[in-house]
């Protein structure tokens, strides 16, 4: 049977129609559980509920406040306003309405303090969570009071706190290395980017090195992967010893390491470089490598003008080729 074009658009269109009609179906009843979903949190706290949709100013202590002015004071005002009008006014039925009007108003005054009170704490716990969640700022609430609103200041303080523990470590562990607890090759492509960024609006010097440990193969096939393992932590730590507080510190993989210098000429570079290779090289590996040691090539590079991470990152990988190639164990600019 012979279909026509025409008629294959037509049916094109009608599917297309079906499939529209079941995402508006599919919307539909996304709103209506949304809404039952929220109509079932509302029923667990009618009462705020109930004040919450009241007409009127946002804020719920101004809210309750009215409510309680309209609940204890409004039928006295009334009363005084009804007695005023109605009853033939005297000395003594002045001293009486002053006193209940000054009764009133002092009511009114202490309701006015304790809603403040009230306020206080919460207006506390929520700029608390706002600031956590904006700016990551930790919480500072007060968590010595022992009345329930204490006790919420206590149990969001304590929560907030484990959270922005929780979300630190996680940050730890997604830019560091998991073996040597150097920062990772994601983090170190990203900060070394900015900081040749730094260094070329400021036009400040800035060193990249690579570092290989020589033969290190020959360490896991000697002594196994378990001391190889710790033989990369212990060169994690001479690096990190090495290295000042502004350099950027990261293991790329394998037995290959870098770090960025900001602010450093090739020259001072130089100088860091060697006294880590001297470092590396003089250290005490008979504990962990009984008689063999360990030493390492390194490569240098130089930022210029209009360089990228990549550039850089290239003429220091020749360089450390070149030191390998040179018999390794030294440094090559």
């Not at 006295?76 to 002053?98: A, D, W």
Request: charged share 20%; net charge negative.
């Amino acid at each position: 049977m012979q279909v026509d074009s025409s008629q294959e658009g037509e049916v094109a269109a009608r599917m297309q129609a079906v499939e529209e009609m079941k995402d508006s179906v599919r919307r539909a009843e996304e709103a209506v559980l949304q809404k039952q979903a929220d109509m079932a949190r509302a029923q667990k706290l009618p009462l705020y509920n109930l004040v919450s949709r009241m007409p009127g100013p946002r804020s719920f202590a101004v809210r309750i406040f009215m409510l309680s002015f309209i609940g204890t004071q409004l039928p006295m005002f009334i009363l005084l306003l009804y007695v005023v009008m109605n009853v033939e006014l005297n000395s003594e039925i002045l001293t009486t309405v002053s006193i209940v009007l000054i009764t009133a108003l002092l009511g009114s005054a202490s309701t006015v303090i304790a809603l403040i009170a009230y306020a206080e704490p919460v207006n506390a716990i929520s700029k608390a969570v706002q600031n956590f969640a904006y700016s990551d700022h930790e919480p500072d609430l007060p968590d010595t009071y022992n009345d329930e609103i204490g006790q919420l200041m206590a149990n969001t303080q304590g929560a907030l706190k484990k959270l922005h523990s929780m979300l630190h470590n996680m940050h730890e562990l997604s830019i560091r290395d998991e073996l040597t607890g150097l920062y990772n090759r994601r983090f170190f492509s990203e900060q070394a980017e900015m900081l040749l960024i730094r260094a070329m609006r400021y036009e400040e010097p800035l060193t990249l090195i690579f570092i290989d440990i020589d033969e290190f193969k020959t360490v896991n096939d000697r002594f196994s992967h378990q001391v190889g393992d710790h033989a990369l932590r212990q060169i994690a730590n001479l690096l990190t010893e090495t290295a000042r507080g502004s350099d950027l510190t990261a293991r790329l993989g394998g037995d290959e390491f870098v770090i960025v210098l900001p602010n450093t000429p090739i020259v001072k570079g130089h100088q860091i470089c060697e006294r880590l290779r001297n470092l590396m090289e003089g250290y005490d590996w008979s504990s962990l490598l009984p008689g063999a040691t360990i030493t390492c090539s390194i490569g240098m590079a130089e930022a210029q003008n209009y360089d990228t991470i990549e550039k850089l990152m290239d003429r220091a990988d020749a360089n450390l080729f070149r030191a390998k190639k040179g018999g390794r164990n030294q440094i090559q600019a």
